[in-house]
């Protein structure tokens, strides 16, 4: 990671045609913006933030060519964590799991620390289930007593809330779930919101129907199936309509979306979605 940012950012300025008057405009002194460059500053968060709209950059991509255009070993499994979703497969999830440990080993990172425990929890479910999980409960207890004293929940948040939603009961989850809805609101407008809010509808639709509250689990999974056609996802689209047959008790619509996913090779989401219809659909 190169750390005079300044000479970067002179570097790509001028590259790209712009003069320190074009870049300073009124809100600076090209003696500044000079003193920036040349490393005798160290400008402000807000003033880097406008220097770079100037140009016509975002500061993921500065960092990024700072790191002479290689992702940074947090930055890979951001963006690893960025693509996964819902339906990601074990062997996946634990390769990412054994890089956030790696990690860590050698930095102190909050989030990628968050990260880890979310991903520990997810495998535990997916490898031995909820009920009886003592292993399971401690790890969520511990996450809860992180989040339960926040006035507001975050981006980051209510990612690692996703991961734990099967810890309330009946009585509670409607409360959470207002407040994760209420939330979402407010970012509605955020550029990379819709992915993250597939992911945890889907979370929380399969929360709902394993408490057998099927006429909520319905009403979310129509969101999840608009969300999937204007995304393009494909393989939530085929779980969207699996888990929405179930709830109507329409077979067809359950065939439907077994075959959209067998199509796309999802193996281990249509074994796991096989088992549903038989748990909740084939049995009742």
Request: with cysteine; proline share 2%; hydrophobic share 35%.
């Given at each position: 990671?190169?750390?005079?940012?300044?000479?970067?950012?002179?570097?790509?300025?001028?590259?790209?045609?712009?003069?320190?008057?074009d870049?300073?405009?009124d809100f600076?002194?090209?003696s500044?913006?000079?003193?920036?460059?040349?490393?005798?500053?160290?400008?402000?968060?807000?003033?880097?933030?406008?220097?770079?709209?100037?140009?016509?950059?975002?500061?993921?991509?500065?960092?990024?060519?700072?790191?002479?255009?290689?992702?940074?070993?947090?930055?890979?499994?951001?963006?690893?964590?960025?693509?996964?979703?819902?339906?990601?497969?074990?062997?996946?999830?634990?390769?990412?799991?054994?890089?956030?440990?790696?990690?860590?080993?050698?930095?102190?990172?909050?989030?990628?620390?968050?990260?880890?425990?979310?991903?520990?929890?997810?495998?535990?479910?997916?490898?031995n289930?909820?009920?009886?999980?003592?292993?399971?409960?401690?790890?969520?207890q511990?996450?809860?007593?992180?989040?339960?004293p926040?006035?507001?929940?975050?981006?980051?948040?209510?990612?690692?809330?996703?991961?734990?939603?099967?810890?309330?009961?009946?009585?509670?989850?409607?409360?959470?779930?207002?407040?994760?809805?209420?939330?979402?609101?407010?970012?509605?407008?955020?550029?990379?919101?819709?992915?993250?809010?597939?992911?945890?509808?889907?979370?929380?639709s399969?929360?709902?129907?394993?408490?057998?509250?099927?006429?909520?689990?319905?009403?979310?999974?129509?969101?999840?199936?608009?969300?999937?056609?204007e995304?393009?996802?494909?393989?939530?689209?085929?779980?969207?309509?699996?888990?929405?047959?179930?709830?109507?008790?329409?077979?067809?619509?359950?065939?439907?979306?077994?075959?959209?996913?067998?199509?796309?090779?999802?193996?281990?989401?249509?074994?796991?979605?096989?088992?549903?219809?038989?748990?909740?659909?084939?049995?009742?």
């Open positions: 990671m190169r750390w005079d940012y300044g000479q970067i950012y002179k570097t790509i300025r001028t590259s790209k045609g712009y003069t320190q008057n870049v300073c405009g600076m002194s090209r500044t913006l000079a003193k920036i460059e040349s490393g005798e500053v160290i400008p402000s968060f807000e003033r880097m933030v406008f220097l770079l709209e100037q140009i016509d950059m975002t500061l993921p991509e500065f960092k990024y060519i700072c790191n002479e255009y290689h992702p940074s070993q947090r930055r890979k499994i951001m963006t690893t964590i960025q693509n996964q979703n819902s339906f990601t497969e074990i062997q996946s999830l634990s390769k990412l799991l054994e890089d956030c440990k790696t990690y860590l080993k050698t930095h102190h990172d909050v989030p990628i620390q968050n990260l880890y425990h979310s991903l520990q929890i997810i495998l535990e479910i997916r490898k289930g909820i009920e009886n999980n003592e292993t399971l409960q401690s790890m969520t511990s996450i809860w007593n992180y989040l339960e926040m006035d507001t929940w975050y981006i980051s948040d209510l990612k690692f809330l996703g991961t734990i939603l099967y810890h309330f009961d009946i009585e509670t989850l409607p409360h959470i779930v207002e407040k994760i809805l209420s939330s979402l609101e407010k970012y509605k407008n955020y550029r990379d919101i819709k992915p993250f809010q597939l992911t945890l509808l889907s979370n929380l399969t929360i709902y129907l394993q408490k057998g509250l099927i006429k909520d689990c319905e009403q979310l999974t129509h969101k999840i199936l608009t969300l999937s056609k995304l393009k996802v494909y393989n939530s689209l085929g779980f969207a309509q699996v888990r929405l047959g179930i709830c109507q008790r329409d077979e067809s619509l359950i065939d439907k979306g077994l075959t959209l996913l067998k199509l796309t090779e999802e193996e281990e989401l249509v074994a796991t979605l096989e088992k549903e219809v038989e748990q909740f659909y084939r049995q009742k």
